[in-house]
């Protein structure tokens, strides 16, 4: 649980900052919709997430891309299954690869690339986003996890002026393991925001 409640969001919150990063549009969206909605005589509050909801669709793209970890702890066939046209026979360890199923470009429209906007509509399909699992088995902190990192994103983006090094975005290379990290970690400049500085 200790691993799970700490690895998982500060790798979400280097991918998406690394999105926002090389997506200045998005970015530029975010810091928007706070200044609408929150303003900047206070941070980021919990109460405010529900208001936020590009800023959710921002942490659910890039779950989408970079699942923390893409392949789901395995299931057990309970009993004979065909997935696929495959028979599966009772007893067969699975492992769900949520990183192609969300890639899968049957699944999404321009699948590689990042697109916030298409959580903008409501999806009723429940199996979109796989990176805290589903059903009975599903990760007891999803609601925890969103929380923290819709107030520690939000709380980044309000309170900070970033901007990459130099020119060239932010390499987006992988370092495929149990967890999904970052090849090269993420390095950015910032600097408090002038009209929140008052706050910090």
Known sequence: MLVAGTETPYLTLEWSMSLLLNNPKAM?????????????????QE???????????????SLRLYPTL???????????????????????????????IQRDPVLSDEHDKFIPE?????VDDKYKILAFSV???????????YRVLGLT???LIQAFEWEGLGIEEVDM?????????KLKPLQAVCKPCSNITHIL
Request: proline content about 3%; glycine content about 12%; overall charge positive.
């Open 28 to 44: 530029e969206t975010v810091k928007n919709e706070i200044k609408n909605h929150v303003g900047f005589e206070c941070l980021v």
């Open 47 to 61: 109460s405010d997430l529900g208001k936020l909801s590009y800023l959710q669709n921002v942490i659910n793209e």
């Open 70 to 100: 893409p392949l789901l702890l395995s299931r057990e066939a309970s009993d004979d299954i065909i997935i696929g046209g495959y028979l599966v026979p009772r007893g067969t360890m699975l492992m769900v690869n949520a990183w192609a």
């Open 118 to 122: 298409r959580f903008d509509r409501r």
């Open 135 to 145: 059903g009975r088995r599903g990760c007891p902190g999803t609601n925890l996890g």
């Open 153 to 155: 994103l939000g709380t």
């Open 173 to 181: 290379s992988a370092f495929q393991g149990l967890s999904m990290a």
